[in-house]
Protein backbone atom coordinates (compact mmCIF):
# COMPACT_ATOMS: atom_id res chain seq x y z
CA UNK A 1 0.00 0.00 0.00
CA UNK A 2 1.79 2.72 -1.42
CA UNK A 3 0.67 6.08 0.73
CA UNK A 4 3.47 8.54 -0.87
CA UNK A 5 3.46 8.14 -5.02
CA UNK A 6 5.38 9.86 -7.47
CA UNK A 7 4.24 8.33 -10.93
CA UNK A 8 6.58 9.45 -12.81
CA UNK A 9 9.85 7.24 -12.57
CA UNK A 10 11.65 9.88 -15.14
CA UNK A 11 11.77 13.58 -16.66
CA UNK A 12 13.32 15.00 -18.85
CA UNK A 13 14.23 19.11 -18.87
CA UNK A 14 15.79 21.35 -20.97
CA UNK A 15 18.68 23.80 -19.00
CA UNK A 16 16.92 26.85 -18.48
CA UNK A 17 13.47 26.04 -18.43
CA UNK A 18 11.09 24.79 -15.21
CA UNK A 19 11.23 21.59 -13.46
CA UNK A 20 8.01 20.23 -12.37
CA UNK A 21 8.06 17.03 -10.28
CA UNK A 22 5.09 15.44 -8.56
CA UNK A 23 3.61 13.46 -5.49
CA UNK A 24 0.45 12.28 -4.47
CA UNK A 25 -0.27 11.03 -0.83
CA UNK A 26 -3.25 8.86 0.85
CA UNK A 27 -3.04 9.53 4.25
CA UNK A 28 -5.13 12.52 5.33
CA UNK A 29 -3.05 12.43 8.52
CA UNK A 30 0.28 13.64 6.89
CA UNK A 31 1.10 17.17 7.83
CA UNK A 32 4.54 17.52 6.77
CA UNK A 33 6.14 16.60 3.87
CA UNK A 34 9.95 17.12 2.38
CA UNK A 35 11.84 16.22 -0.65
CA UNK A 36 14.93 15.19 -0.80
CA UNK A 37 17.58 14.92 -3.67
CA UNK A 38 20.05 11.80 -4.22
CA UNK A 39 22.92 11.73 -6.70
CA UNK A 40 24.48 8.15 -7.41
CA UNK A 41 26.83 6.79 -4.90
CA UNK A 42 25.22 8.75 -2.18
CA UNK A 43 22.70 9.34 0.03
CA UNK A 44 19.35 11.43 -0.21
CA UNK A 45 20.11 14.97 1.01
CA UNK A 46 17.54 16.95 2.13
CA UNK A 47 16.10 19.85 -0.11
CA UNK A 48 12.96 21.53 1.24
CA UNK A 49 9.91 21.18 3.41
CA UNK A 50 6.17 22.24 3.85
CA UNK A 51 4.35 21.67 6.40
CA UNK A 52 0.48 21.13 6.44
CA UNK A 53 -0.38 24.96 7.16
CA UNK A 54 1.10 26.02 4.68
CA UNK A 55 0.63 25.60 0.27
CA UNK A 56 3.96 27.02 -0.38
CA UNK A 57 7.94 27.48 0.82
CA UNK A 58 10.39 28.44 -1.48
CA UNK A 59 13.87 28.41 -0.81
CA UNK A 60 15.84 30.12 -4.22
CA UNK A 61 15.17 27.79 -7.00
CA UNK A 62 13.16 25.93 -5.42
CA UNK A 63 9.54 26.17 -4.16
CA UNK A 64 7.12 23.16 -3.24
CA UNK A 65 3.30 23.48 -3.25
CA UNK A 66 0.88 21.94 -1.06
CA UNK A 67 -2.73 21.10 -2.08
CA UNK A 68 -4.00 19.42 0.69
CA UNK A 69 -8.14 19.29 -0.80
CA UNK A 70 -6.24 17.22 -3.85
CA UNK A 71 -3.44 15.60 -1.44
CA UNK A 72 -0.68 16.79 -4.04
CA UNK A 73 2.36 18.46 -3.66
CA UNK A 74 4.77 19.54 -6.01
CA UNK A 75 8.22 20.66 -6.60
CA UNK A 76 9.49 23.68 -8.90
CA UNK A 77 12.88 24.33 -9.52
CA UNK A 78 13.23 27.51 -11.40
CA UNK A 79 15.43 27.86 -13.37
CA UNK A 80 16.89 24.09 -13.77
CA UNK A 81 20.55 23.41 -13.83
CA UNK A 82 22.76 20.65 -15.03
CA UNK A 83 23.61 19.85 -11.33
CA UNK A 84 19.96 19.09 -10.74
CA UNK A 85 19.96 15.78 -12.39
CA UNK A 86 19.38 13.63 -9.48
CA UNK A 87 16.87 11.36 -8.24
CA UNK A 88 14.14 13.17 -6.30
CA UNK A 89 12.03 11.54 -3.21
CA UNK A 90 8.97 13.38 -1.95
CA UNK A 91 8.54 11.99 1.78
CA UNK A 92 5.66 12.81 4.15
CA UNK A 93 5.24 12.23 7.97
CA UNK A 94 2.42 12.43 9.97
CA UNK A 95 1.70 14.31 13.45
CA UNK A 96 3.96 12.81 16.25
CA UNK A 97 4.66 10.00 14.17
CA UNK A 98 8.34 8.41 14.25
CA UNK A 99 8.96 8.16 10.32
CA UNK A 100 8.25 9.62 7.10
CA UNK A 101 7.13 7.33 4.47
CA UNK A 102 9.16 7.64 0.86
CA UNK A 103 7.91 7.55 -2.80
CA UNK A 104 9.44 5.65 -5.05
CA UNK A 105 11.65 8.42 -6.53
CA UNK A 106 11.40 10.33 -9.83
CA UNK A 107 14.73 10.23 -11.94
CA UNK A 108 15.55 14.31 -13.36
CA UNK A 109 17.65 14.76 -16.45
CA UNK A 110 18.46 18.04 -17.18
CA UNK A 111 19.75 18.65 -20.78
CA UNK A 112 21.79 21.05 -22.73
CA UNK B 1 31.77 18.87 8.74
CA UNK B 2 29.30 17.13 10.94
CA UNK B 3 27.76 13.74 9.34
CA UNK B 4 26.79 10.25 9.10
CA UNK B 5 29.02 8.12 8.04
CA UNK B 6 28.47 4.62 6.82
CA UNK B 7 30.89 1.57 6.78
CA UNK B 8 31.63 -0.18 4.43
CA UNK B 9 30.46 1.57 1.22
CA UNK B 10 30.10 -1.95 -0.97
CA UNK B 11 29.97 -5.40 1.07
CA UNK B 12 29.49 -8.92 -1.08
CA UNK B 13 28.86 -11.77 1.29
CA UNK B 14 28.08 -15.20 0.81
CA UNK B 15 24.09 -16.83 1.18
CA UNK B 16 23.39 -17.09 4.97
CA UNK B 17 26.78 -15.63 6.45
CA UNK B 18 25.98 -13.27 8.88
CA UNK B 19 26.86 -9.58 8.07
CA UNK B 20 27.05 -6.04 9.78
CA UNK B 21 26.83 -2.86 8.32
CA UNK B 22 27.79 -0.06 10.51
CA UNK B 23 26.70 3.50 10.81
CA UNK B 24 28.27 6.49 12.82
CA UNK B 25 27.26 10.20 13.39
CA UNK B 26 29.10 13.41 14.59
CA UNK B 27 25.57 15.50 14.64
CA UNK B 28 24.61 14.01 18.47
CA UNK B 29 21.09 13.29 17.32
CA UNK B 30 19.00 11.10 19.49
CA UNK B 31 17.30 9.17 16.63
CA UNK B 32 19.15 6.37 13.92
CA UNK B 33 17.32 4.87 11.32
CA UNK B 34 18.10 2.34 9.13
CA UNK B 35 16.30 1.61 5.64
CA UNK B 36 16.66 -0.68 3.09
CA UNK B 37 16.25 0.79 -0.58
CA UNK B 38 16.25 -1.74 -3.41
CA UNK B 39 16.10 -0.93 -6.90
CA UNK B 40 14.32 1.94 -8.27
CA UNK B 41 12.24 1.69 -5.34
CA UNK B 42 11.09 4.02 -2.03
CA UNK B 43 13.35 3.56 1.06
CA UNK B 44 11.76 1.41 3.20
CA UNK B 45 12.14 1.96 7.40
CA UNK B 46 13.74 -1.42 8.79
CA UNK B 47 13.93 -0.01 12.50
CA UNK B 48 15.10 2.52 14.59
CA UNK B 49 16.29 3.87 18.06
CA UNK B 50 15.54 7.20 20.06
CA UNK B 51 18.15 7.08 22.54
CA UNK B 52 18.37 3.88 23.75
CA UNK B 53 15.04 2.16 22.91
CA UNK B 54 14.32 0.03 20.00
CA UNK B 55 11.69 0.30 17.53
CA UNK B 56 10.58 -2.35 14.36
CA UNK B 57 8.40 -1.88 11.66
CA UNK B 58 6.50 -4.30 12.32
CA UNK B 59 7.27 -6.23 8.58
CA UNK B 60 11.03 -6.37 9.40
CA UNK B 61 12.13 -9.91 8.87
CA UNK B 62 13.19 -11.70 11.94
CA UNK B 63 16.90 -12.01 10.37
CA UNK B 64 17.26 -8.46 10.85
CA UNK B 65 18.60 -7.05 14.04
CA UNK B 66 20.24 -3.46 15.74
CA UNK B 67 22.64 -2.36 18.12
CA UNK B 68 23.29 1.04 19.34
CA UNK B 69 25.93 0.93 21.80
CA UNK B 70 26.37 4.65 22.13
CA UNK B 71 24.85 7.86 20.66
CA UNK B 72 27.09 7.86 18.04
CA UNK B 73 27.76 4.15 16.60
CA UNK B 74 24.29 1.99 15.40
CA UNK B 75 24.87 -0.96 13.75
CA UNK B 76 22.50 -3.28 11.28
CA UNK B 77 23.52 -7.23 11.53
CA UNK B 78 22.13 -9.55 9.34
CA UNK B 79 22.09 -13.17 10.96
CA UNK B 80 21.30 -15.45 7.82
CA UNK B 81 21.07 -12.92 4.41
CA UNK B 82 19.18 -14.22 1.77
CA UNK B 83 19.54 -13.23 -2.34
CA UNK B 84 16.79 -11.04 -1.45
CA UNK B 85 18.45 -8.83 0.80
CA UNK B 86 20.80 -7.44 -1.77
CA UNK B 87 20.07 -3.68 -1.55
CA UNK B 88 21.35 -0.92 -0.92
CA UNK B 89 20.98 -0.21 3.49
CA UNK B 90 21.05 3.38 4.64
CA UNK B 91 21.16 5.17 7.89
CA UNK B 92 19.61 8.05 8.80
CA UNK B 93 19.93 10.39 12.00
CA UNK B 94 17.45 12.97 13.43
CA UNK B 95 17.31 15.07 16.83
CA UNK B 96 13.93 13.93 17.17
CA UNK B 97 10.63 11.75 16.33
CA UNK B 98 8.12 14.66 17.73
CA UNK B 99 9.03 17.53 15.79
CA UNK B 100 8.76 17.55 12.48
CA UNK B 101 12.29 17.79 10.86
CA UNK B 102 13.93 16.27 8.34
CA UNK B 103 16.06 13.37 8.73
CA UNK B 104 20.29 13.44 7.42
CA UNK B 105 21.47 10.10 5.62
CA UNK B 106 24.63 8.78 4.96
CA UNK B 107 25.60 7.64 1.83
CA UNK B 108 24.56 3.69 2.47
CA UNK B 109 26.07 0.40 2.28
CA UNK B 110 25.56 -1.56 -1.06
CA UNK B 111 25.03 -5.43 0.23
CA UNK B 112 25.45 -7.68 -2.85
CA UNK B 113 24.27 -11.25 -1.78
CA UNK B 114 26.30 -14.16 -3.22
Known amino acids: DQQVKQNSPSLSVQEGRISILNCDYT??????FLWYKKYPAEGPTFLIS?????DKNEDGRFTVFLNKSAKHLSLHIVPSQPGDSAVYFCAASAVRASKIIFGSGTRLSIRP | DAMVIQNPRYQVTQFGKPVTLSCSQT?????MYWYQQKSSQAPKLLFH???????NEADTPDNFQSRRPNTSFCFLDIRSPGLGDTAMYLC?????????????FGDGTRLSIL
Open chain 1, 27 to 32: NSMFDY
Open chain 2, 27 to 31: LNHNV
Open chain 2, 49 to 55: YYDKDFN
Open chain 1, 50 to 54: ISSIK
Open chain 2, 92 to 104: ATSWSVSENQPQH
